[in-house]
């Protein structure tokens, strides 16, 4: 009958109690081992240290809730969107001031001109536009469809060359606001006599009064140009 070799006892010669398995993570021999992988998994990774994350500051633009990488940077899209506010002017001043003369003279084909006025003339069915007609009952669908249209200025995507906003914007705070966006802001004025002149001949009898509501509403503010006409 044939005999094979002994059976090795564990431990024998080696300084280990018999029978007992190798330390975890270890070789029989002592030596540490790293666990493999098993083919197609991803590694284990371990979360970033706290000051390996890059400090956040809140976006300096005015209601933005997202964060920037310095305290005085705006976040991306408020800096494409201001990228895209140079290209806008505000055109502001009393009524008869000739806001829509200086644009027309100014603006070229292609260009985006929001008008109330024009907007009252697009959803009226018998507009009367030398006579300035703004029924009340149009006046939400007007302004919610300038809105509309501001919004989408400010916030989409466009090739727009450039954009011509016609506002009255007697109060300081709102050619701010414009200013903030990175618009040009034009003042368009005239004398007062002028104005009431004007609207004499060309507005209907309550726009004596719209003007002299401007100059009460009037507040100083940041102008970038002021342009007199008469």
Known sequence: ?????????RGAGTGEPPGNPPPTGATPQG??????????TTPPRHPP????????????????????PTRTTRCEQCTRRNSRA??????????????????????QPGDLIVDLDALYTAVNANP???????????TPFAFDA???ITNRLLHGDHNLRAAWI?????????????KQRGANIVMIT??????????????????GEHIQDWHRRYTLGHVDRTVTTG
């Open 1 to 9: 009958m044939t005999v094979g070799p002994p059976a090795v006892t």
């Open 31 to 40: 030596h540490p081992t790293h666990p493999t992988p098993r083919r197609g």
């Open 49 to 68: 240290r706290k000051e390996d994350t890059p400090m956040r500051y809140a976006c300096p633009t005015p209601g933005c809730p997202t964060t920037a």
């Open 86 to 107: 140079h290209k806008i002017t505000l055109v502001c001043g009393p009524p008869c001031s000739g806001k829509n003369t200086w644009v027309a003279k100014h603006a």
């Open 128 to 138: 009367t536009r030398t006579d300035h007609d703004q029924p009340a009952a149009l």
């Open 146 to 148: 300038r809105d509309a």
């Open 166 to 178: 016609i506002h009255s914007a007697p109060e300081a705070a709102t050619r701010a606001e414009w």
């Open 190 to 207: 005239a004398d007062q006599d002028t104005l009431t002149h004007r609207a004499q001949v060309q507005r209907p009898n309550q726009w």
